[in-house]
C-alpha cells in the first residue's frame, strides 16, 4: 500500500507497523545505576517487516518516493551484515521490485546472518573491492540497469537521507505520545539518518547518539541530514555524541559491548548485536557512569533491530557459547 503525496508531504509506502512498544526495563535500570521507572526501550526492532529494524521507517519514505518515479529495481549499498540492505530486499519482496546490493567485500566472506536473508527476499548481490568504492560500483549498478531498460532507484547507504530521516520524525511523535517526560533518548549513529530524525523533532539535547562507526563525521553527518529535514540550521556542536565505543573499528567486537549486550540478555531478556544496539548500551552505561545521564530522568532506548547480524558475526557467537552454564 502506498499513501499518494500531498502539495507538502512526499508519497510513503506502507512497509511497517506503528506505533512500535514502549517497554519498561527495571532489571536493566537497576544494573546500570538508575531508578526501577527511569528506563523504557522503543521496540523499533518490532517494526515487522523483513525481521524487523529501524530502516523500515526510512525505507516507507525513500521507496514510496522509487514507486512514484514509476522504479523497477531498487540498488542500495553496505556491508555483507547490512541491516539495511536485508530490508531494502525485505520491502522490494512486498513491493513486487527487484532489489540489487552492492556490498563491501568478497563472495565467501560471510554467508549467515543478513546475507541469508538477503538470498531468501530474492536479492540479487553485486560485490565491490572495499567500502571506498561502493558508491561508484552501485553508481554503475544502476548504470547497467538503465541500460538493460530497467528503472533503477538508488537508495542512499543506510536509507540515510533527509528523506529517509521523516521516518524518525514520526518515531519521535510516537516517542512523545508515549513518554511526555522523556529526558533521553539514546540510539546508536550509524549513518546519521535515525538521529537526525529524532534531533529534528525532539531537539538536540534530549537526543544521545552513540557512533558506531560507519561514517568519518558522525556529527557533521547528522547536523547536515537535521539541518536540511528542518529547514533550519543544526551544527554539530548542538548534538550529544559519544565517540568512545567503537574500539578498533565498525566490525569489531569490544569488552564494553559484549558487558552491555550479556547484561541487556540477562536482566531483560532483550537481545542486541555487535555492531549497533551493543554499542549503543555500551554508551548508555557509559553516559550514567560519567552522569550524563542520572536516576530520576526518564530515558528511552531506541532498539533499532539488527538480530540476524548477531548470527553473522563468530565472535560475538562465540563469546556468547562459551557464557553456557551447567544444568
Keep these: 500500500m502506498t499513501t499518494p503525496s500531498t502539495d507538502s508531504t512526499p508519497p510513503r509506502a506502507r512497509l511497517g507497523s506503528w506505533p512500535t512498544p514502549l517497554e519498561p526495563a527495571p532489571r536493566l ?19 515487522g517487516l523483513g525481521g524487523g529494524g529501524n530502516k523500515i521507517r526510512k525505507l516507507e519514505w525513500t521507496c514510496g518516493a522509487a514507486l512514484a518515479e514509476g522504479a523497477t529495481t531498487l540498488v542500495t549499498t ?6 539495511h540492505a536485508r530490508l531494502t530486499a525485505a520491502a522490494g519482496a512486498r513491493l513486487g521490485l527487484r532489489v540489487v546490493l552492492v556490498l563491501a567485500g568478497e563472495p565467501g566472506a560471510s554467508a549467515s546472518g ?7 527476499f530474492g536479492a540479487g548481490v553485486v560485490w565491490a573491492d572495499d567500502r571506498e568504492r561502493l558508491a561508484s560500483r552501485a553508481q554503475e549498478v544502476v548504470e547497467e540497469l538503465r ?14 537521507s533527509a528523506l529517509g530521516a521523516r521516518g524518525y520524525v514520526e518515531c519521535a511523535r510516537e516517542l512523545d505520545d508515549q513518554v511526555p517526560d522523556l529526558a533521553t533518548v539514546v540510539v546508536a549513529l550509524g549513518s546519521g539518518g535515525t538521529m537526525a530524525g529524532l534531533v529534528a523533532h525532539l531537539g538536540g539535547s534530549r537526543v544521545l547518539g552513540v557512533h558506531v562507526g560507519a561514517v568519518a563525521e558522525p556529527a557533521r553527518t547528522v547536523s547536515q541530514l537535521t539541518s536540511e529535514l528542518s529547514g533550519k540550521p543544526c551544527t554539530p556542536e548542538e548534538l550529544r555524541v559519544r565517540l568512545d565505543r567503537v574500539g578498533a573499528g565498525y566490525g569489531t567486537l569490544t569488552e564494553p559491548v559484549m558487558s552491555a549486550l550479556t547484561l541487556a540478555a540477562r536482566t531483560e531478556g532483550i537481545v ?25 530522568q526518564r ?22 557459547e562459551a557464557g553456557l552454564l551447567g544444568g
Excluded at 543478513?114 to 531468501?120: E, K, R, T
Excluded at 541500460?147 to 540515510?160: D, K, M
Excluded at 549497533?276 to 536516576?295: F, K, N, S
Design 272 to 296: 542486541l548485536d555487535p555492531i549497533y544496539t551493543g554499542r549503543a548500551m555500551a554508551g548508555l552505561a557509559a553516559a550514567v557512569e560519567d552522569g550524563d545521564i542520572t536516576p530520576g
Design 78 to 83: 553496505g556491508a555483507p551484515q547490512s541491516n
Design 29 to 47: 535500570a537497576r544494573a546500570l545505576g538508575l531508578g526501577p521507572d527511569d528506563l523504557w526501550v522503543k521496540r523499533d526492532d518490532l517494526t
Design 147 to 160: 541500460g538493460r531498460g530497467e528503472v533503477p532507484a538508488l537508495i542512499p547507504f543506510g536509507g540515510s
Design 114 to 120: 543478513n546475507l541469508a536473508l538477503d538470498g531468501l
Design 299 to 320: 530515558t528511552v532506548f531506541l532498539h533499532t533491530g539488527g538480530l540476524p547480524g548477531l548470527f553473522g558475526h563468530p565472535a560475538t557467537l562465540a563469546r556468547a
